[in-house]
Nanobody, 124 residues
Framework: QVHLAESGGGLVQTGGSLTLSCKASGRTFSTYAMAWFRQAPGKEREFVATISRAGANTLYGDSVKGRFGISRDNAENTVSLRMIDLKPEDTAVYYC?????????????????WGQGTQVTVSS
């Protein structure tokens, strides 16, 4: 089990950028594939991006491809999400999540540990 804490959310104008961070506890961070999901009011949780344990492989949701970038620092137990060219439809609570195993997955049900979320609001 790993404890996750997100930070970096806030209010930004359309076209702006933000970087979210997720700090993980424990000594086994490098054994987890990490991901970001988001959930807007009244909508299902949506896959944003995931990164493999060593950071060599990534996968993105269609709505964020080319605008968002996921990265990780296993020495610092952190995973980050760099977001550029933000749009009002990116407004949501963003969650960091962890799963064991090597393969990448866009399915929330595959992830065993979740953070509390950080709010991102993009104004038009």
């Amino acid at each position: 089990q790993v404890h996750l804490a997100e930070s970096g959310g806030g209010l930004v104008q359309t076209g702006g950028s933000l970087t979210l961070s997720c700090k993980a506890s424990g000594r086994t961070f490098s054994t987890y594939a990490m991901a970001w999901f988001r959930q807007a009011p009244g909508k299902e949780r949506e896959f944003v991006a995931t990164i493999s344990r060593a950071g060599a492989n990534t996968l993105y949701g269609d709505s964020v491809k080319g605008r968002f970038g996921i990265s990780r620092d296993n020495a610092e137990n952190t995973v980050s999400l760099r977001m550029i060219d933000l749009k009002p439809e990116d407004t949501a609570v963003y969650y960091c999540a962890a799963k064991g195993g090597q393969y990448l997955s866009p399915l929330p049900s595959e992830y065993t540990d979740w953070g509390q979320g950080t709010q991102v609001t993009v104004s038009s």
